[in-house]
């Protein structure tokens, strides 16, 4: 089966002041020769106060296999967590700054739970379990690294339960062109109230993301895919 890769970006900023919008997010999605899926991210929030490196991979199903997160906040690394999903439980991970032993912990799994990582690119493979064909609200759960908005903290997470509705297909355009997308409208509670997405081709990444509480939008701002044959180019 031959690889599929696509590498892009996006930008960020108030929804009413593109003026003031900045580099957010780079990535790598690749749909693998077995057909799972795996994004790699780095994302820099404004002024570097929190920057954050995800690598994270889901079967052809969708379903969460492994992750690797590494948080910076300000000028101090808080340290990394490694997860990997066995049977019903999720193995975690968690490698302090200062060297401390890792904390490993079991935390419940089950075919219903996605893993969530807060990078913007796969924020959409936390709603694979959402039925399209269903209307109304629906629930997903979720075992996040942080209950914070931004996840600027680093723990082994805790499971949200969160409502989300499909809204349908729709064709946008953000500056990375024109993309058929499933639209989704989650509803995030006081973590960060009402957020549409917006996810689009094989790898669902995210096209757009907008966050109504606080007024801001991600949009693609580049995006190029490239599919390598499984046939040798030459002898290795």
């Not at 599929?4 to 990535?27: A, H, L």
Request: charged share 20%; aromatic share 10%; glycine share 10%.
């Amino acid at each position: 089966m031959p690889l599929t890769r696509t590498i892009g970006s996006y930008i960020m900023g108030p929804s009413n002041d593109r003026s003031k919008w900045v580099e957010w997010e780079q990535f790598i999605a690749t749909t693998n020769p077995d057909g799972s899926h795996t994004a790699q991210t780095m994302t820099r929030f404004p002024g570097t106060s929190l920057v954050r490196h995800v690598t994270q991979t889901v079967d052809a199903d969708f379903m969460p296999m492994d992750g690797y997160l590494r948080l910076f906040v300000g000028n101090e690394y808080q340290g990394a967590l490694v997860r990997r999903v066995v049977g019903d439980s999720v193995t975690s991970l968690l490698l302090a700054p200062d060297g401390r032993p890792i904390d490993e912990a079991a935390l419940p799994g089950g075919p219903d739970l996605v893993l969530g990582y807060h990078p913007t690119a796969v924020e959409g493979w936390k709603f694979t379990k959402c039925d399209r064909s269903v209307s109304g609200t629906q629930q997903v759960r979720i075992l996040t690294t942080s209950a914070t908005w931004n996840g600027g903290q680093m723990t082994h997470g805790r499971e949200v339960t969160l409502d989300i509705e499909y809204l349908g297909e729709k064709e946008i355009e953000v500056p990375a062109g024109t993309f058929l997308c499933d639209h989704y409208l989650w509803h995030t509670g006081a973590i960060d109230a009402d957020i549409e997405v917006w996810t689009t081709g094989q790898d669902r990444i995210c096209a757009k993301v907008v966050g109504h509480a606080k007024g801001v939008t991600y949009e693609l701002a580049t995006h190029d895919q490239r599919t390598f044959s499984d046939a040798p180019e030459f002898d290795f």
